[in-house]
């Protein structure tokens, strides 16, 4: 019997079950839970992204034209950071490296493995793009997706619990995580049944936690404008990470006794102080979300059938003139000379 089940019976909770399946098959197409929560949380993003950027006076939806560009080099910046971070993983004798239809390869981003540091690089860099096509500020949109990242990621931590990874040091607390003997990263000379910190779920509390921070410093403090409440946002998750990163087990690249995601999460504490410290030349409100000579194009649209009277075709009689009794006439009918002609 499993200690969930046994919880169940005994009615205290003694640990989390690891979920049973990570995908199901529909047809021939093989769905992963993994992939379903991120695409779950960036859907979730998307639509509080749109709310706090309309809010501001920006047209509704631009998110969607930003996001055609941020989304995919975020996934691929994320891919990128993973592997690179993580080289025994891929590289080496007896590694799939590059064969996508063979599990272990480069490609398979749906076996997991994306970081998050690098779907911030790639993310900020389509972003940026993005803005530039669409005329938004690039601060206004760094700080109005701020809680949807939060929620995003808050979201895709659920995937990492459905592949059964990312969890930390052994426990013996009552939420501790079941995780299989059979795992590849289940640590050798444990006993069958040994629990572990659910890493993905202090993430999902503390990325929940900020979201309601974010939006609730959004409306009280005005003033965090400029990227500024962008810059929170990476302290705030940066400082988690920290913690969450000392505790997993899992493999990972040591530089200097530390872990390589450890490494860059304080970097993302550091660059958080410095876009603090730098837009605080930026005084006052932003004047528009929108970048100097650009604008909502939805309201510089004219529809000329309205402004235009010449569009419009006159159907009414035509105005009868009086003729006055006795007013001789203006012209003569055809003589019959004239008429043969």
């Known amino acids: 019997m499993s200690l969930a089940l046994h919880s169940t019976v005994t009615g205290v909770l003694a640990s989390i079950p690891s979920p049973p399946v990570a995908y199901f098959d529909l047809g021939p197409i093989r769905i992963h839970f993994y992939a379903l929560c991120i695409i779950a949380g960036i859907i979730a993003?998307?639509?509080?992204?749109?709310?706090?950027?309309?809010?501001?006076?920006?047209?509704?939806?631009?998110?969607?034209?930003?996001?055609?560009?941020?989304?995919?080099?975020?996934?691929?910046?994320?891919?990128?950071?993973?592997?690179?971070?993580?080289?025994?993983?891929?590289?080496?004798?007896?590694?799939?490296?590059?064969?996508?239809?063979?599990?272990?390869?480069?490609?398979?981003?749906?076996?997991?493995?994306?970081?998050?540091?690098?779907?911030?690089?790639?993310?900020?860099?389509?972003?940026?793009?993005?803005?530039?096509?669409?005329?938004?500020?690039?601060?206004?949109?760094?700080?109005?997706?701020?809680?949807?990242?939060?929620?995003?990621?808050?979201?895709?931590?659920?995937?990492?619990?459905?592949?059964?990874?990312?969890?930390?040091?052994?426990?013996?607390?009552?939420?501790?995580?079941?995780?299989?003997?059979?795992?590849?990263?289940?640590?050798?000379?444990?006993?069958?049944?040994?629990?572990?910190?659910?890493?993905?779920?202090?993430?999902?509390?503390?990325?929940?936690?900020?979201?309601?921070?974010?939006?609730w410093l959004s409306r009280k403090a005005t003033s965090l404008q400029w990227g500024r409440l962008f810059a929170i946002y990476l302290i705030w998750y940066s400082t988690g990470r920290v913690v969450w990163e000392s505790i997993r087990i899992d493999p990972s690249e040591i530089i200097l006794g530390l872990r390589s995601n450890v490494w860059a999460a304080i970097i993302g504490i550091v660059v958080g102080l410095a876009i603090l410290v730098v837009q605080r030349r930026h005084l006052g409100l932003e004047p528009s979300p929108y970048q100097p000579g650009r604008g909502r194009k939805d309201l510089d649209a004219v529809v000329d059938s309205q402004d235009n009277p010449s569009d419009f075709v006159d159907l009414s009689e035509p105005p009868v003139e009086e003729v006055p009794a006795g007013a001789r006439a203006t012209s003569t009918a055809p003589t019959d000379a004239e008429g043969s002609r």
């Not at 939806?61 to 690179?84: E, K, N, Q, T, Y």
């Open 45 to 215: 993003a998307v639509f509080l992204t749109n709310h706090r950027l309309t809010r501001r006076g920006a047209e509704p939806w631009v998110v969607i034209d930003i996001s055609i560009l941020a989304v995919p080099l975020a996934i691929i910046g994320a891919r990128i950071f993973h592997v690179l971070t993580h080289p025994n993983f891929y590289f080496g004798e007896g590694k799939n490296t590059w064969n996508p239809f063979e599990p272990g390869s480069v490609w398979a981003i749906w076996e997991g493995g994306i970081a998050i540091f690098g779907a911030l690089i790639g993310g900020a860099v389509g972003a940026y793009l993005g803005c530039r096509w669409t005329g938004i500020r690039f601060w206004t949109f760094a700080d109005a997706l701020a809680p949807g990242l939060l929620l995003a990621q808050a979201m895709g931590r659920f995937g990492n619990w459905f592949n059964h990874e990312l969890f930390g040091l052994p426990t013996d607390l009552p939420w501790g995580l079941e995780i299989e003997s059979t795992n590849s990263a289940f640590p050798p000379g444990l006993a069958e049944g040994t629990l572990f910190h659910p890493t993905f779920l202090y993430e999902v509390i503390w990325n929940g936690l900020g979201v309601i921070v974010l939006l």
